[in-house]
């Protein structure tokens, strides 16, 4: 019993001493897009309807990416992009969203998926239903046409918000999105 004790008063000092490390480093200036800061920070309806949009927008790339992810007999290349696309909007959703917290401008926006920035429910349905070799076509051709919108709407973002981290998130999304466009032209190309 007096060995367990210890156990526990030594794993409850280690968590202690871990936590402390983490908010000094959060301290530190270090994480320039934490979500205390981005609400100091001057925001318009720019940013706001640009977090909204973009945080629907990358939900629907997510459903996109696990529907191709869901079948079989795709080209490793295309899963790998499916993969990467998950990896990379899933924490950009969780920024915006707290962006949004931090503003008190609720959560997801209501963007309309027939506004041409997102795929319909047709586009949808065709993906689902697409097996093999020709749901990693459609889906790369649907995704081509799903971030040129991103690519668009941040494009907004950089021209008319004045949040710092909003706009420059904006920035990243465009240089990501444009180098996956690029690569997803090149598998095209091979499949």
Known sequence: MKIRM?????????AAVLLAGCSMNGMSG???????????????????DFAMNMVVHHTQ????ADVLLGKDDVDPQVVELAQNIKAAQGPEIDTMNS???????????GMDHGMGETMSDDDMAALEAAT???AGRLFLEQM???HQGAIDMAQVEIDEGEN???TALAAKIISDQTTEISLMADILATL
């Not at 790339?61 to 996109?64: P, R, T, Y």
């Open 164 to 166: 710092p981290d909003a």
């Open 6 to 14: 210890i156990a526990l008063a030594t794993g409850a000092l280690t």
């Open 30 to 48: 270090d994480d320039t897009s934490s979500p205390s800061e981005s609400s100091t920070a001057p925001f318009n309806d720019a940013d706001v």
């Open 99 to 109: 962006w949004l917290d931090a503003w008190d401008a609720g959560g997801m926006g």
């Open 144 to 146: 081509t046409i799903h």
């Open 132 to 134: 093999g070799a020709d």
């Open 61 to 64: 790339a997510i459903e996109m």
